[in-house]
């Protein structure tokens, strides 16, 4: 089937391209050639903030088709699927059974191909490591029409290079992971809420031993004595309960939002009600994991309420310190900006390594920042904040990112250089373009 | 356990169908051309919802290989209640009015090759006196457009092939079921732009599966094509042929 050239946005919604879109529906097709010779990448939900899903003027192969279960061991807990499948699919598919995702980001929108990619990580990340070290084997086709079958055993260089290769490597077809047993459906939890920066490290040194999921909302707004307040949320999968499974989103929004929506006084409302709303300083529940896991998922594009001109988001991780100098000096800066961020998340990440080479995460803390995209201050503010995390030594996510320079993500990233050689000459992205050669 | 036959099992309407047959209990054949892809589609039947799900794959266009297929079918099965014709190809416009072998190739699949399998099921569901009859047509079938004529002619035949072959087995209580879909998002229509007007292949399936269970002739899918092919038919010749459809 022919491919057409059509508009196509990531999450954040304010870089506008176009691509070729290239449907691809089965896991045994051989690739097709991108158009006009241009280069090729891999296209699932588009839930990238910035454009390391988009290729401008290129091909995107669409593999939301391409999404069968192919098989699935209910003793053992591991399940085939083609890298199509989302994570959503997974779950229908695995917690009547007793199985649940072994790690999992905020949203369950995005493909098992996706997740490899970009390895992504979840409020598990000090306990269970990235998504990656929990993928068995998969598929990799290559543009030459080669099928590289990857594991820790077979071809583990490209095992390696493909986990959080962000779609580079060629055409990830199928991918093999192990689950984790869950006996019920909900989670217990526990919402801690903390004073500043100091009581956050405080808590979650204290809560990473015994809670299986850990993440903090953060008020970015909040300067002074409670610059970093916020929320912990900590929970465990129940031991027993009913296994249902979370149902179709309930909400939507279904236009953009006025600019004027979310400006720093709204903001700055939510921010107090939603710290506010919280008397006690442990209030416990039990909850579906819907609701723990993917809070937005019930809102179907809620990334409209950024209006016109989109958002950003911009996370990066910096390794732990006892004075965590870099993050309170980034909380005073936004604050200070008065940028409103209307979600600050904040974890710490444990120590587990990935398999994947260019893998994102690193032992410390990683602060995830929504801004509404108010052009060049926003940018000017981001520049101020990248110099303050490569000082510290930090890293920052492809999947989140827009707009680094190449010197920044070569100071941030040292393994691009060696990755290079694993890049499929077929496949190419704008994220990649841009961090590499500056342009886009 | 309900039996049913899908031919052209790895269409996407099809394995929307069979999702759903799926979840109900029922127990699939699904025929194909491709074995590779029927292995994939019966693997994610069988692991979603552990279904019971047989495979055949046969040259669609050798009509010789059609009845061996059918029965071959029939006794995986052990009997069968429902067949549901699901292939069909959506070849380029343009490309058969320079080359009518091409033309030709589109019928055979869309019309004549229909055609065949569905005299067969007729066949044996004749002296059944039982069974039900579902084959996809389309909404392009209801009036020739420039724009999509050589389907739609193919469609326009199988439609009136399935309206006479309703009549015939009425008596015999052996339902058949005319499915017309508008767009539907599926490979055939990857090249179209995503409209309102574009239908997922779930709720196609869903549709299908609803008109079935009553025992309607004809489905338009999603329901509001059967006004705007009400409207198109009723548009004279003498305007019709100005227009650009």
């Known amino acids: 089937m022919k491919p057409s050239l059509q508009p196509v946005a990531s999450w954040g919604r304010h870089l506008p391209t176009r691509s070729w879109l290239q449907p691809v529906y089965w896991s045994c097709d051989p690739l097709t050639a991108p158009v006009d010779g241009q280069t090729m990448l891999a296209y699932g939900m588009g839930r990238s903030y910035g454009d390391c899903c988009l290729n401008e003027d290129g091909t995107l192969l669409v593999t939301t088709g391409m999404n069968h279960v192919l098989a699935f061991d209910a003793e053992a807990g591991v399940i085939r699927c083609e890298a199509g499948a989302t994570l959503d699919d997974i779950l229908k598919c695995i917690v009547p059974r007793g199985w649940f995702l072994p790690v999992t980001p905020g949203t369950k929108y995005v493909t098992v191909g996706g997740a490899v990619a970009n390895d992504v990580h979840g409020k598990n990340h000090h306990g269970a490591g990235t998504f990656g070290r929990h993928v068995r084997r998969f598929e990799l086709l290559r543009s030459d029409g080669r099928r590289l079958l990857c594991s820790p055993q077979e071809n583990p260089e490209w095992f390696a290079g493909t986990i959080g290769g962000i779609g580079l490597t060629g055409l990830i077809t199928w991918v093999e992971f192990s689950l984790r047993k869950i ?8 919402t801690v809420k903390f004073k500043n920066l100091d009581e956050f490290f405080q808590i979650a040194a204290e809560s990473d031993q015994d809670f299986e999921h850990t ?26 309960g009913r296994l249902t499974v979370h149902g179709p989103p309930k909400l939507g929004v279904p236009f953009d939002c ?9 903001i700055k409302i939510f921010n107090a009600l939603y710290h506010g709303r919280i008397r006690q300083r442990i ?37 732990y310190s006892a004075e965590a100098g870099a993050c309170r ?40 920042l929504d ?70 | 356990m309900k039996k049913v036959l899908i031919i052209g099992g790895t269409s996407a309407i099809a394995q929307a169908v069979a999702a759903q047959l799926a979840q109900s209990g029922a127990a699939l054949y699904l025929l194909g051309r491709s074995g590779p892809k029927l292995e994939v589609v019966a693997a994610d039947l069988k692991t979603r919802f552990g279904a019971q799900v047989g495979i055949g794959a046969i040259p669609f266009d050798d009509f010789a290989a059609h009845g061996p297929a059918i029965e071959q079918a029939v006794a995986a099965l052990g009997g069968l209640d429902m067949a549901i014709l699901c292939h069909g190809s959506l070849g380029d416009q343009k490309d058969c009015e320079r080359d009518f072998k091409l033309a030709e190739a ?18 044996r569901f004749e002296p059944q006196r039982a069974g039900q009859i579902i084959a996809i047509s389309s909404v392009a079938g209801d009036r020739g457009r420039q724009s999509n004529y050589i389907y739609g002619a193919a469609k326009a035949g199988l439609s009136a092939y399935l309206q ?57 899918t999603p329901w509001f094509w059967r006004w705007i092919m009400l409207i198109i038919r009723l548009i004279p010749e003498k305007i019709f042929r100005r227009l650009k459809l």
């Open chain 1, 183 to 190: 006996g019920s459906a909900m989670i217990e939890m526990e």
């Open chain 1, 215 to 240: 993440v903090a909302w953060v008020d970015c707004l909040a300067s002074g004595d409670a610059l970093g307040r916020g929320l912990f949320m900590r929970g465990n999968h129940a031991a027993s």
């Open chain 1, 258 to 266: 006025p600019a004027l929506a979310l400006n720093t006084l709204s």
């Open chain 1, 283 to 319: 209030t416990r529940s039990v909850v579906h994991y819907e609701p723990f896991f993917y809070p937005l998922d019930g809102i179907n594009h809620w990334n409209r309420i950024y209006g016109r001109r989109g958002f950003f988001q911009y996370q990066f991780v910096v390794p």
């Open chain 1, 329 to 368: 000096e980034i909380f005073g800066r936004i604050a200070r900006s008065g940028q409103a961020s209307f979600l600050g998340v904040v974890k710490t990440l444990g120590n587990l390594e990935s398999p994947g080479m260019m893998s994102f995460p690193r032992p410390g803390v990683t602060l995830a």
């Open chain 1, 371 to 440: 801004f509404p995209n108010r052009g060049a201050r926003t940018l000017e503010l981001f520049d101020e904040l990248d110099r303050v995390v490569l000082a510290a030594g930090g890293r920052f996510y492809p999947a989140k990112d827009a707009r680094m320079s190449p010197e920044c993500y070569r100071k941030s990233c040292p393994e691009w250089q060696a990755f290079r050689k694993f890049i499929d000459p077929a496949f190419s992205s704008r994220f990649w373009r841009r961090v590499t050669q500056g342009s886009q």
């Open chain 2, 106 to 123: 589109e019928f055979r699949t869309n019309c004549l090759g229909a055609m065949s399998f569905l005299s067969l099921l007729a066949n």
């Open chain 2, 164 to 220: 006479g072959l309703r009549n015939r087995l009425y008596p015999q209580g052996v339902k058949v079921l005319t499915v017309k879909p508008g767009f539907v998002d599926t490979p055939m229509t990857a090249h179209l732009k995503k409209g309102l007007l574009m239908a997922s292949p779930q709720r196609v399936a869903r549709d299908i599966l609803r008109a079935a269970e009553r025992d309607g002739c004809v489905l338009y």
